[in-house]
């Protein structure tokens, strides 16, 4: 009888790849990867070394997927924890500071888009997004962070608890204060 990896617990697969199953790993792989390059990228603020971060995290798995405990994290929390740990690894053999080389919000790109508008939209959109992103440098690092995986990362308020090691309540709280905090700032 086949078991359809695609359809399996995350504890399943980890399970299946301790035993040398290379369908196990590339499920997870599947499911996680986008996820985990986001993470190395996000701290490492390089494509390549984000890309070798999380390629080395998975070669892990494959190595050590035994050590997986289910009692203390979810296999979500503990791939994220291991990409984390390993970017910052390659940082401090880098001699570079994680929060110096990790994209912040003042980093973002606020260029205009080649949209076909009249030169006046183009302008007036600049400035809006302009406005926006000096409203967003104005709030505390942890509402930032939590914005910022929200709505450039796509991720969902248990995603961001999981990533961040966070209450789901406190996630929501830091969402709700930072967009209050926006409203605020971007009143006219």
């Known amino acids: 009888m086949s078991v359809d990896l695609a359809t399996s617990e995350d504890q399943v697969l980890l399970r299946r790849i ?16 986008r996820l985990l390059f986001s993470v190395a990228y996000h701290l490492v603020g390089d494509a390549h070394l984000a890309e070798e971060i999380t390629l080395d995290v998975f070669r892990r798995v494959w190595e050590k997927a035994g050590t997986y405990r289910a009692d203390r994290a ?7 924890s291991m990409t984390r740990n390993r970017a910052i690894d390659m940082l401090r053999r880098e001699g570079v500071r994680p929060e110096h080389n990790s994209i912040r919000w003042a980093d973002l790109s606020v260029e205009p888009h080649a949209d076909g508008h009249s030169p006046e939209t183009a302008v007036s959109h600049q400035l809006q997004k302009q406005t926006v992103h000096n409203a967003l440098g104005q709030l505390p690092p942890e509402q930032q962070e939590v914005l910022f995986l929200a709505f450039f990362g796509g991720y969902s308020h248990s995603q ?20 209050q905090k926006l409203r605020h700032i971007l009143q006219p």
């Open 74 to 80: 979810s296999v979500r929390t503990w791939l994220t």
């Open 160 to 179: 961001i608890a999981d990533e961040l090691d966070l209450p789901v309540g406190t996630v929501k709280t830091r969402i709700r204060l930072g967009m």
């Open 18 to 33: 301790t035993y040398q199953e290379a369908d196990a790993l590339s499920v997870l792989y599947d499911r996680y990867g």
